[in-house]
T-cell receptor
Framework: GEDVEQSLFLSVREGDSSVINCTYT??????LYWYKQEPGAGLQLLTY?????DMKQDQRLTVLLNKKDKHLSLRIADTQTGDSAIYFC???????????FGSGTRLSIRP | DVKVTQSSRYLVKRTGEKVFLECVQD?????MFWYRQDPGLGLRLIYF???????EKGDIPEGYSVSREKKERFSLILESASTNQTSMYLC??????????????FGEGSRLTVL
């Protein structure tokens, strides 16, 4: 069935890079997304990648897509305290309009 | 800016009560979604709607129903609330214009506690 998996927690030191990983199941997914949820708030789109791309870079964010292994990662360079949040990986199924989310990775920053 | 507004941030209801969660978006989006968010389980899709009066079951529709009589409004209904429906409920919307990749815009969530 449809599934998106992420590890639940990640702790990094301020200034280091954070890498959040995600695996998905639908090889026909056309778009894959990263959403960020800050405490007490809804989700906001951080970045997305189209399935015919391997990499997308946007300032401190780098998204890598390995379509063969159905693996998506989000790298945050120079992690700051403001990056503390839950990060959700999501995929859209081309056969339908529904978007499936992973369990979310809670990123915490150590001083 | 797109705004998705959920009518109640916090609700406390009793087992067996009927509960309405309202969601309104102001950008003429065709698609609207209801998710529930539980720790360790992420967001699970309850129902979604392609357009007015159209609805599709998501992954966990049991115990829920929805209504989309107007394009801007998507309501989630718990006919008889149970304690296992205590959760955070998130509404989202997006446009289909431009293809499948439209961004999902979320409301701030409604935290429901069923006693």
């Amino acid at each position: 069935g449809e599934d998106v998996e992420q590890s639940l927690f990640l702790s990094v030191r301020e200034g280091d890079s954070s890498v959040i990983n995600c695996t998905y199941t639908d090889s026909s997914s056309t778009y894959l997304y990263w959403y960020k949820q800050e405490p007490g708030a809804g989700l906001q789109l951080l970045t997305y990648i189209f399935s015919n791309m391997d990499m997308k870079q946007d300032q401190r964010l780098t998204v890598l897509l390995n379509k063969k292994d159905k693996h998506l990662s989000l790298r945050i360079a120079d992690t700051q305290t403001g990056d503390s949040a839950i990060y959700f990986c999501a995929e859209i199924y081309s056969s339908a309009s529904k978007i499936i989310f992973g369990s979310g990775t809670r990123l915490s920053i150590r001083p | 800016d797109v705004k998705v507004t959920q009518s109640s941030r916090y609700l406390v209801k009793r087992t067996g009560e009927k509960v309405f969660l309202e969601c309104v978006q102001d950008m003429d989006h065709e698609n609207m979604f209801w998710y529930r968010q539980d720790p360790g389980l992420g967001l699970r899709l309850i129902y979604f709607s392609y357009d007015v009066k159209m609805k599709e079951k998501g992954d966990i529709p049991e115990g829920y129903s929805v209504s989309r009589e107007k394009k801007e409004r998507f309501s989630l209904i718990l006919e008889s609330a149970s304690t296992n429906q205590t959760s955070m409920y998130l509404c989202a919307s997006r446009t289909r214009k431009g293809g499948l990749g439209g961004e999902l815009f979320f409301g701030e969530g409604s935290r429901l506690t069923v006693l």
